[in-house]
């Protein structure tokens, strides 16, 4: 029985990014709730879609009119301006009976790692339906590509597992903000990250290890934060699963330029 909607770490380098918020779905039709915005305490209006079984959860058995405690996966769609992909509701003292996003129906395909919506027995005391982290918190470990300490800039890129088809996912990077020094860059890092407005704040880092280097001959180094397949297995939790022995490319901070370039989608 899981007492947390955000699954722990079980490799080193295991990839990922992962959050809650709490807010207010309006879905731009009313319709079709699958597209809308997430409407915070603190007046933020933060774009987001819906995945998985949450659609379902939302038609049968949730208010839309209140605030709930969402299970999001951050994305960077332009600078300054958050994206958020709904993949669960953490609200166990009314949804008790319903469990997480099937696997098949997220992106990364990772049982160990999703976005829950379990019971959490009797709370022991205070909010049952709160983290222990509290609300707006993200966790975000990946490869570290730019920092600039001076601006307070930095960009992580997040890798995936292969999907069902055989296909594998671009690697996508995402835009926070925070001190992180220029030594870490090409580091595999792991974030702890709280939300203002529409930009996640680095709360705190810890640099894990340096990213294998592209070119070792007979494979060996390549793909080490990709080892075999979900987590538990060696491998990245979800969103940001490393697909199998796919070392990654070296990427540093652009010359020349004040701001940090744009992810890929």
């Given at each position: 029985?899981?007492?947390?909607?955000?699954?722990?770490?079980?490799e080193?380098?295991?990839?990922?990014?992962?959050?809650?918020?709490?807010?207010?779905?309006?879905?731009?039709?009313?319709?079709?709730?699958?597209?809308?915005?997430?409407?915070?305490?603190?007046?933020?209006?933060?774009?987001?879609?819906?995945?998985?079984r949450?659609?379902?959860?939302?038609?049968r058995h949730?208010?839309?009119?209140?605030?709930?405690?969402?299970?999001?996966?951050?994305?960077?769609r332009?600078?300054?301006?958050?994206?958020?992909?709904?993949?669960?509701?953490?609200?166990p003292?009314t949804?008790?009976?319903?469990?997480?996003?099937?696997?098949?129906?997220?992106?990364?395909?990772?049982?160990a790692?999703?976005?829950?919506?379990?019971?959490?027995?009797?709370p022991?005391?205070?909010?049952?339906?709160?983290v222990?982290e509290?609300?707006?918190?993200?966790?975000?470990?990946?490869?570290?590509i730019?920092?600039?300490?001076?601006?307070?800039?930095?960009?992580?890129?997040?890798?995936?597992?292969?999907?069902?088809?055989?296909?594998?996912?671009t690697?996508?990077?995402?835009?926070?903000?925070?001190?992180?020094?220029?030594?870490?860059?090409r580091?595999?890092?792991?974030?702890?990250?709280?939300?203002?407005?529409?930009?996640?704040?680095?709360?705190?880092?810890?640099?894990?290890?340096?990213?294998?280097q592209?070119?070792?001959?007979?494979?060996?180094?390549?793909?080490?934060?990709?080892?075999?397949?979900?987590?538990?297995?060696?491998?990245?939790?979800?969103?940001?699963?490393?697909?199998?022995?796919?070392?990654?490319?070296?990427?540093?901070?652009?010359?020349?330029?004040?701001?940090?370039?744009?992810?890929?989608?």
């Amino acid at each position: 029985m899981r007492h947390h909607p955000i699954s722990p770490v079980t490799e080193p380098m295991q990839y990922r990014a992962i959050g809650v918020v709490r807010g207010t779905y309006r879905p731009s039709d009313p319709e079709q709730l699958t597209r809308g915005v997430i409407e915070t305490e603190d007046g933020t209006a933060i774009e987001a879609v819906v995945l998985g079984r949450v659609l379902t959860l939302m038609r049968r058995h949730l208010d839309l009119a209140e605030p709930h405690l969402w299970v999001v996966y951050p994305r960077s769609r332009d600078e300054d301006q958050l994206h958020l992909q709904l993949v669960g509701v953490w609200e166990p003292s009314t949804l008790a009976s319903e469990t997480s996003p099937g696997a098949s129906e997220l992106e990364a395909a990772d049982p160990a790692s999703e976005a829950a919506v379990e019971p959490a027995g009797e709370p022991s005391g205070g909010d049952g339906d709160a983290v222990p982290e509290g609300d707006d918190y993200f966790s975000v470990r990946g490869e570290l590509i730019y920092t600039r300490p001076e601006s307070g800039d930095v960009v992580v890129k997040i890798r995936q597992l292969p999907r069902p088809d055989g296909s594998r996912p671009t690697p996508f990077k995402l835009q926070l903000k925070g001190e992180i020094p220029l030594e870490s860059l090409r580091h595999f890092v792991a974030l702890n990250l709280r939300r203002q407005g529409q930009v996640l704040q680095l709360e705190s880092h810890e640099v894990i290890a340096p990213m294998p280097q592209r070119g070792n001959r007979g494979g060996k180094g390549r793909g080490s934060a990709a080892k075999g397949g979900g987590g538990g297995r060696g491998a990245a939790a979800a969103p940001g699963e490393a697909p199998r022995g796919d070392s990654p490319r070296a990427e540093g901070p652009r010359r020349n330029s004040s701001a940090v370039s744009r992810p890929s989608r």
